[in-house]
């Protein structure tokens, strides 16, 4: 799952992203009040046949498909639009039988695992860059007791930073970053002067605090420049990411900024050149999968464009259609 998007509603705010909501398809059961069963059931519990959605026939309904876009409402198959009901029904054909339940199991209760830290770790932190820039620099942002909130950069030594950026999911590689007139607002969580880590600290965890909480001003926010991983996003790149070797496909990005943008490149021995757009309906879903292929998590972004692309390139592949969850271009 890729969430594309910018950490921070606002330069001040700490995270944007409130509530994500994922359910997989039912196709052989149902949960309660949901709308995702998308089996092919199409007649109910006492044997009557469903009336198709689309239809007004013998029985009139406010259930117009184009409305209900994510309840599926495909030819005269058991749903249950929004939820609104406990289970899966219908629309029956008998003008005596408005409509029914159809006869589908119950999905069997989920086994649910609660972390001992519901977002992956304790006391998690992350860099909130600003719009349009590389996501390694930006304001620290804490999330303690239920609150997110930011660092101040008192007191701070050179190798803590490096565990800050470490705990933020960067390498253990950074620096206070300055030169910028951008301060939060709300809680600030740590203070400089208040923990101290061992020179030979691994992990934040290592560190001693003494306390939460700072009585700094948000004029002192902690920004750090991050060390990246592999990222699409980020900056820093030690070199070109090159294509799985499963892949008949070579690929590789070529002309850009840096080692994360650029047009895409096709190395194969039998074939070399240019991915082109051509006839194709080449978006983001392609970019992703040919992103994915050369080892990143998916592309940030998708543009058609010639520049920097050498006339001496032919173009090797001129047509690709994706549905974005294939691993390499040859699926």
Not at 48 to 59: I, R, V
Not at 69 to 86: A, E, H, T, V, W
Not at 289 to 301: E, K
Request: neutral net charge; hydrophobic residues 30%; glycine residues 10%.
């Amino acid at each position: 799952i890729i969430i594309r998007g910018i950490v921070g509603k606002d330069y001040q705010g700490n995270i944007a992203i409130d509530d994500v909501f994922i359910s997989s398809l039912e196709y052989s059961c149902y949960s309660v009040n949901s709308e995702v069963y998308t089996g092919s059931l199409s007649t109910t519990a006492s044997g009557l046949t469903c009336q198709s959605w689309g239809s007004q026939s013998p029985n009139s309904h406010p259930y117009n498909p184009l409305k209900y876009p994510y309840s599926d409402l495909s030819f005269n198959r058991c749903r249950n639009p929004r939820g609104l009901r406990q289970r899966p029904w219908c629309y029956t054909t008998n003008s005596s039988t408005t409509w029914e339940y159809c006869n589908v199991p119950l999905c069997p209760a989920p086994t649910v695992v609660t972390p001992a830290y519901p977002l992956g770790e304790k006391d998690p932190m992350i860099l909130v860059s600003l719009d349009g820039k590389p996501n390694n620099i930006g304001r620290l942002a804490v999330y303690h007791d239920g609150i997110w909130g930011t660092a101040c950069d008192a007191g701070l030594l050179d190798h803590e930073s490096a565990l800050l950026c470490q705990h933020a999911g960067f390498t253990q590689t950074g620096q206070v970053y300055g030169g910028h007139d951008i301060q939060g607002t709300g809680k600030i969580w740590l203070d400089g002067r208040r923990f101290r880590c061992p020179m030979n600290a691994d992990s934040f965890s290592n560190c001693a605090l003494s306390s939460w909480g700072s009585s700094c001003y948000h004029n002192t926010d902690l920004w750090l420049q991050c060390q990246p991983k592999l990222c699409p996003t980020c900056i820093s790149f030690p070199a070109t990411a090159t294509s799985n070797p499963t892949s008949a496909y070579m690929l590789s990005i070529r002309g850009g900024a840096n080692a994360t943008t650029g047009f895409l490149q096709l190395n194969s021995p039998d074939r070399a050149g240019v991915v082109c757009m051509g006839d194709s309906r080449w978006d983001l879903k392609s970019a992703d999968v040919a992103c994915r292929q050369m080892g990143y998590l998916g592309a940030y972004s998708s543009h058609p464009s010639v520049f920097g692309i050498p006339s001496t390139l032919p173009a090797a592949i001129n047509k690709m259609n994706c549905n974005g969850h294939e691993t390499i271009i040859d699926d």
